[in-house]
Nanobody, 122 residues
Framework: QLVESGGGLVQAGDSLILSCTAS????????LGWFRQAPGKEREFVAA????????YYADSMKGRVTISRDNAKNAVYLQMSSLKPEDTGVYYC?????????????????WGQGTQVTVSS
């Protein structure tokens, strides 16, 4: 089970840290990702991190403004976001994958959280 937290209403230019904690399974072996879905749009990839935390991947639209990290001891993954824009508004989901390849598609992941709302006002 994945549970996200940390969303909320912020102003453009603000920073925010999202957290996702996991229960059950062998968390440290999962690749973890963050996705988001804006109103009326399809879910899109934001960032991913390998099981060891050694490799990270970012969507071009978010590169330079987000950092993904994980703490396997706490069964947690984080998404630090800065310089937020109104177009960053949406529901942010964390996801976990046991697959060997793939990180940017929703179908690459096996487990999903319920999402946390992020709203950026202008």
């Amino acid at each position: 089970q994945l549970v996200e937290s940390g969303g909320g209403l912020v102003q453009a230019g603000d920073s925010l840290i999202l957290s996702c904690t996991a229960s059950g399974g062998t968390f440290s072996t999962y690749r973890l990702g963050w996705f988001r879905q804006a109103p009326g749009k399809e879910r899109e990839f934001v960032a991913a991190v390998t099981w060891s935390g050694g490799l990270t991947y970012y969507a071009d639209s978010m590169k330079g403004r987000v950092t993904i990290s994980r703490d396997n001891a706490k069964n947690a993954v984080y998404l630090q976001m800065s310089s937020l824009k109104p177009e960053d508004t949406g529901v942010y989901y964390c996801a976990a994958s046991q697959r060997l390849v793939g990180y940017a598609r929703g179908s690459d992941y096996d487990y999903w959280g319920q999402g946390t709302q992020v709203t950026v006002s202008s």
